[in-house]
């Protein structure tokens, strides 16, 4: 069931919240929901038993109000079965509810009968999920239960269930909700401001007014309302309809620039609503009125000897207008003959803009223009009168404000400059009194002509700039500055920057390309020597190799022109004659000509052509690119190996050569062709071929070498003859011999001697070492096998099995007699290496409870060294000898008695010694930490990671802290120490 309590105050005030007042036990079996006011049943019930409940209805205002109401609960049996079910008599209606209905308005009258006779129950069961409508359980009344709005909701399908308790029909009610006129018109903005031009036209529109309204009939009306100035009410009107503001007659800017309007909107509803708003209209200034001078002429006087700056006389005049309209500038348009006079733009003060002089106009007309910034602009003009008048005590004045001369150098003394003009009422004397740089000018002090007092040179000084004074009988003065210009004379001969240029270009090079700088530094020391090697290192491929020389002269007496003199180089390059670069006009050839050295002359282009005493030398390396095939000095090779033999024996070296230069014609040898079974091998390198596998091999091999430099490569034919010697008496005195020596040696030693038997008298036998290498030598009669000073290093290799035969070759038997023989040669360890400790750092954590003799870590050390220089033993250099101890041998670090407070460390140096003679040793520092167990431990005592230098904010790092807790506690993170720039964040749960 649902009890409904109505509260006539809107918003807070008017917020019911129901509640069940506590009671005996009675209470406890229902529960009301807050809002709606539902009960529902929170136990199970007795039949044919009433509860007496106390509700409580109560509103959300300052201070709160409340009610309370009876509501008797009466439980009824619900039949086990029925054979009719209810009846609804009223079927589906339509209904129509204003917006302005109260809660508990009678909505609708919902009526159903049953033919059992039983008790029927309504409830809403659908289409009102705000709970705004109310029923009777009992009676089927459909009340509101809250204001309605037709803005929010403007019809309901409300689902109705009737039940006997066995049987549940259904009906639909419609609810209509009729629209109020509830709501004001709202404009779209409480202050309308818009700016216009005083100049619009009567009938345009200043604005548009926007409103809006709620309610269904949305029809609204605008109206002016009122003004802050009444005249505004006649300049402006309002369409009804539309809200259009537009001009009824013509704005003045200068009469009124602001209208502020009231603007007022209204509903059709009954009674109608209203709302207003404000209109403000900012008129701008538009240029109608032009600048009006204050007086119709103006005149002035001016005394010839004013200095410039001087003021004559002010202009002014005014603009009704406002902003850059009334800004006005004022110009002199006509009159000022030789621009003698100036005018300030703004402030119209007419000053002195030269040197007045009477002689030449006596009286200026000029006409003054003042225009204001409108656009367009507007302007009016004025006369200007000004009298030049002459002052009794005038100085002398100078004809020429800024006399200038010209004259060669070299002149003969006294040659005349320039004659000096001044106008005085008496005469006046000339002075030099600044300037005269190494006194070369004199003046006649009556005349004002100046010669020259000594020979000018062009290249010391190229001009003067002498001061002269000229002074009248009445001890008035005046100065001018004079220029004098010193002309060139071609009187220098050009020269060479340096003497001798370097430069490289590539033989591969096109026609026509530039020959790039070597620096002098890094090019030969020998003069006309071939540049080898590659230099390309040292070239900057932005600066070409430029013929430098200077010239004293200016003009064209400086302009230069270079030229090649030696023949030869001339054919393959050429140089530019006005800026000396140098460029190819022949395909080059490093081959045939690797090296060009010539010279170059200049000459200047005066009158007449002067050229310089010295020549450039230009020394040009042709730089080697890989053009030229290697070439095979055999085209094909004969060689006869004889069996038995062993691996790795050397059976023939092939040779090849290349033109280029050593790093374009690196070889490499590979036997491509002919190579059954992979029988023989190659050194890519030195050209050697060896025997490989000498238990496959056959009677006879037919080889294709190819070696190639890259890019070329050319094919050689080596034929392998392959015979069994026969018994041919010699052999060796042992079957094998041994030998030693120390690692790192470079003493020349003999390290075995081999000798044989059956040889007849003055037998020559000649003897060899068939696999080759460079550490060992043979005596090629003697037999002694000796080292070639190389130093022998055990850690790399530790024996060497050296392949000897013994050749004789006698005039009266076909085939050699041969011998073989081998010898092992052992490389005899030393200490020289000490040993190296491995999986670094070393860190332990041992906790307080951890017993006696508890390992806490182990370190481990390797030695490269054999037998006792290999062997390792461990001791404590340093550290807490009675906390802990390492194993001699096996490393291990062990506790000697239990450990007292957490969160100490501790840090324990440990020696690894070998066993040489003079044992080498090295250290290693283990970092203990002794912790609770209760206390979570890192799993690493060490993490890093790389950033990258543009990594985003935010990013995450591959570095993933970890730690266990032993007691399975939750563990936080965070950043204590070396974060100074907040930089990095940790993720307090994932360490992150």
């Known amino acids: 069931m649902q009890v409904l309590a109505t509260d006539q105050d809107i918003g807070e005030n008017g917020r019911v919240t129901y509640s069940i007042k506590p009671g005996r036990g009675k ?17 199970t019930f007795e039949i044919d038993t009433e509860y007496d409940l106390l509700v409580r209805a109560e509103d959300h205002g300052v201070p709160k109000r409340s009610q309370q109401a009876r509501v008797v609960v009466a439980v009824v049996g619900v039949p086990l079965e029925s054979e009719n079910a209810p009846v609804v008599k009223t079927g589906d209606q339509h209904v129509e509810v204003t917006e302005s209905d109260a809660p508990g308005y009678l909505v609708a009258l919902i009526q159903a009968s049953d033919a059992d006779g039983e008790q029927v129950w309504y409830d809403i069961v659908g289409g009102d999920e705000r709970h705004e409508f109310y029923i009777g359980r009992d009676n089927g009344n459909v009340l509101l239960a809250k204001y309605l709005d037709w803005e929010r909701q403007r019809e309901y399908n409300i689902t ?19 629209d109020i006129n509830d709501h004001r018109p709202e404009f779209t903005e409480s202050v309308y401001r818009v700016d216009i031009s005083e100049n619009i036209e009567e009938g345009m529109e200043v604005l548009q007014l926007h409103a809006t309204d709620e309610d269904e009939d949305k029809k609204l009306f605008y109206s002016l309302h009122a003004a802050r100035d009444p005249v505004s009410l006649k300049l402006f009107r309002v369409d009804s309809v539309t809200g259009s503001i537009v001009m009824a007659h013509r704005l003045d800017r200068e009469t009124l620039a602001e209208h502020v309007l009231i603007v007022i909107v209204k509903d059709q509803g009954t009674p109608a609503k209203r709302n207003y708003a404000t209109v403000i209209i900012t008129v701008h200034d538009h240029n109608d009125h032009a600048p009006e001078f204050t007086t119709k002429i103006v005149q002035g006087k001016v005394y010839e000897t004013a200095a410039v700056g001087t003021q004559v006389v002010q202009v002014y005049a005014i603009d009704r207008d406002v902003g850059d309209n009334a800004q006005i500038a004022y110009t002199i348009v006509s009159g000022n003959i030789g621009n003698v006079f100036g005018i300030d733009p703004s402030m119209g003060v007419i000053s002195v803009a030269k040197q007045l002089d009477i002689s030449a106009l006596s009286e200026y007309m000029l006409q003054v223009k003042a225009t204001d910034g409108g656009k367009p602009p507007l302007s009016s003009q004025i006369p200007v009168h000004i009298m030049i008048g002459m002052a009794d005590n005038a100085p002398p004045r100078f004809i020429s404000d800024d006399p200038a001369a010209e004259i060669y150098e070299n002149q003969p003394i006294g040659t005349f400059v320039i004659h000096l003009e001044a106008r005085s009422t008496s005469s006046l004397l000339f002075q030099i009194i600044g300037g005269n740089v190494g006194d070369m000018f004199f003046i006649n002090p009556s005349t004002g002509v100046i010669t020259t007092k000594d020979q000018l040179d062009y290249e010391h000084n190229k001009f003067y700039n002498l001061t002269v004074r000229a002074t009248n009988m009445a001890s008035a003065s005046a100065t001018c500055s004079v220029t004098i ?28 390309s530039l020959v790039l700088t070597l620096s002098e530094a890094l090019a030969p ?52 004659s006005s800026t000396g670069a140098i460029k190819t006009i022949m395909f080059l050839d490093h081959e045939k000509i690797p090296f060009f050295s010539f010279h170059v002359k200049v000459t200047d282009l005066g009158k007449p052509r002067l050229t310089s005493e010295l020549t450039a030398e230009v020394r040009i390396n042709i730089t080697d690119v890989n053009d030229c095939a290697p070439a095979f000095s055999q085209s094909e090779y004969n060689v006869t190996l004889l069996l ?92 094998t011999y041994e030998g030693s020596i120390m690692e790192n040696s470079t003493k020349i030693s003999t390290v075995a001697v081999v000798n044989v038997l059956g040889s007849t008298l003055n037998e020559h036998i000649e003897f060899a070492i068939l696999n080759p290498t460079d550490m060992f030598q043979i005596g090629l009669t003697s037999g002694a096998i000796q080292t070639t000073g190389r130093k022998f290093d055990r850690e790399v290799r530790d024996n060497y099995e050296l392949i000897v035969e013994a050749r004789s070759q006698q005039p009266d038997r076909e085939k050699p007699r041969v011998a073989h023989v081998i010898v092992n040669v052992t490389i005899l360890d030393i200490n020289d290496n000490c040993p190296m400790f491995v999986n670094l750092p070393y860190y332990a954590v041992v906790s307080v409870d951890d017993p006696r003799g508890s390992v ?102 591959s570095v993933a802290i970890q730690a266990e807790s032993p007691l399975g506690r939750k563990l936080i993170y965070s950043i204590v120490k070396g974060n100074e720039m907040e930089e990095f964040a940790v993720d307090f749960n994932t360490a992150i």
Not at 160 to 178: R, W
Not at 492 to 503: A, H, I, K, M, S
Request: hydrophobic fraction near 35%; charged fraction near 25%; proline fraction near 4%.
């Open 644 to 735: 038995p033999t062993y691996a790795n024996v050397a059976v023939l070296q092939v040779n090849a050569t290349d033109e280029d230069s050593s790093e374009n014609s690196t070889l490499r040898y590979d036997i491509i062709e002919g190579n059954r079974d992979g029988v023989f091998a190659i050194d890519a390198t030195t050209g050697i071929i060896t025997t490989r596998d000498v238990e496959s091999i056959g009677p006879a091999y037919r080889l294709a070498v190819r070696v190639s430099d890259g890019k070329f490569a050319k094919v050689a034919q080596v034929h392998v003859n392959v015979e069994t010697s026969e018994n041919s008496g010699l052999i060796f005195q042992r079957p």
């Open 485 to 512: 210009n010193v002309l060139d004379r071609n009187d220098n001969v050009p020269y060479f920057e340096q003497q001798v240029y370097w430069g490289e270009v590539s033989e591969a090079a096109p026609i026509g």
């Open 856 to 957: 806490i870590t182990k370190v481990h050390a390797l030695d490269l060294d054999s037998f006792e220089n290999g062997e390792v033993r461990y001791e404590m250099k340093r550290g807490h000898g009675e906390l802990f101890k390492v194993d001699r041998k096996t490393g291990e670090v062990t506790l000697k008695q239990t450990l007292e407070g957490h969160n100490r460390d501790y840090e324990l140096l440990i020696s690894a010694y070998d066993g040489g003679i003079t044992p080498c040793s090295t250290d290693v520092t283990v970092h203990v930490k002794v912790i609770d167990k209760s206390m979570p431990v890192f799993s690493k005592q060490f993490y890093s990671d790389t950033v990258a230098e543009n990594i985003e904010l935010h990013s995450p790092l």
């Open 525 to 576: 020391n020998v003069s006309g020597s071939a540049i080898t090697g590659n230099h390309n290192h040292l070239v900057n491929a932005s600066l070409p190799l430029v013929i430098r020389a200077r010239d004293d002269d200016s003009g064209l007496n400086a302009l230069l022109h270079y030229d090649i003199l030696d023949m030869l180089p001339r054919r393959y390059f050429h140089i530019d």
């Open 160 to 178: 109705i269930s009737i039940s006997d308790g066995v049987h549940m029909v259904y009906t639909q009610l419609y609810v209509s909700v009729i």
């Open 27 to 43: 209470a406890k079996k229902f529960r009301i929901d807050p809002d709606t006011g539902v009960i529902y049943a929170a136990r």
